[in-house]
């Protein structure tokens, strides 16, 4: 599966699903930046694929478990993709996971994705990720944390945020963040104002302060 499958998958997306429109807070200026999204289940990484306006020139970033069939089963269920405590969750438990390890891999291979990893390869993920950006493209992110019922996605990761130090140290230039609300109930992508990397900051003078802000974004 390569560029074909992943454009006929999104002409698929975009013709027997809801349109979505975009809001912006601000005038999009173009140029190397980070789109910071809520997951909104499964259908915020798909719907911003698919029918986000600046789609072609997206890179998100793929959980390296995804990548992997013999992963996937552990991480749909650790990801919490139904509600655990639901009816149907016994059967669910049983045979979503092994579903989407046949189809999901090879679905993401196809995307133009940066894997991400969780242990010393992470620095992989970071580089890649520098280097789509130095082509003037745009990554995309869902870094809210999973959990069960009410705490679910109410924080989220911070780590990658040092990309802004390897981003400023390979470009001089400060790294943009777009926190987006997908907002299913309006069929709406709301954009909110960026948010700016400071490179004469230290990472941890400011890393509360960036959650802070991408986490308002993208509760909408």
Same mark, same amino acid.
């Given at each position: 599966?390569?560029?074909?499958?992943?454009k006929l998958a999104g002409a698929t997306v975009r013709l027997f699903s809801h349109k979505m429109k975009t809001e912006w807070e601000e005038p999009?200026?173009?140029?190397?930046?980070?789109f910071v999204v809520n997951h909104a289940g499964s259908s915020g990484p798909?719907?911003?694929?698919?029918?986000?306006?600046?789609?072609?020139?997206?890179?998100?970033?793929?959980n390296s478990e995804m990548l992997n069939p013999k992963e996937v089963p552990a991480y749909v269920r650790k990801d919490y993709w139904w509600k655990p405590d639901s009816?149907?969750?016994?059967?669910?438990?049983?045979?979503?996971?092994?579903?989407?390890?046949a189809l999901m891999p090879p679905m993401l291979r196809s995307i133009p994705h940066i894997p991400?990893?969780?242990?010393?390869?992470?620095?992989?993920?970071?580089r890649q990720s520098v280097?789509?950006?130095?082509?003037?493209?745009?990554?995309?992110?869902?870094?809210?944390?999973?959990?069960?019922g009410k705490n679910s996605h109410r924080r989220i990761n911070?780590?990658?945020?040092?990309?802004?130090?390897? $981003? @400023?140290?390979? !470009?001089? /230039?400060?790294?943009?963040?777009?926190?987006?609300?997908?907002d299913y109930k309006n069929?709406?992508?709301?954009?909110?104002?960026?948010? $700016? @990397?400071?490179? !004469?900051? /230290?990472?941890?003078?400011q890393e509360k302060e960036l959650a802070e802000k991408l986490t308002a974004g993208i509760r909408g």
């Open positions: 599966m390569g560029k074909r499958f992943y999009f200026e173009d140029g190397p930046c980070v798909v719907d911003m694929c698919a029918k986000f306006p600046l789609r072609d020139k997206i890179h998100p970033w793929v009816f149907f969750a016994p059967v669910l438990n049983v045979t979503v996971p092994y579903i989407a390890s991400v990893y969780r242990d010393q390869r992470i620095m992989l993920t970071l280097r789509v950006l130095q082509k003037d493209h745009y990554l995309l992110l869902f870094p809210e944390i999973p959990g069960p911070t780590g990658w945020l040092r990309l802004g130090q390897l $981003w @400023y140290k390979a !470009s001089g /230039r400060a790294l943009k963040m777009y926190p987006v609300h997908v069929h709406i992508f709301k954009v909110a104002a960026p948010v $700016w @990397y400071d490179p !004469s900051r /230290r990472f941890s003078e």
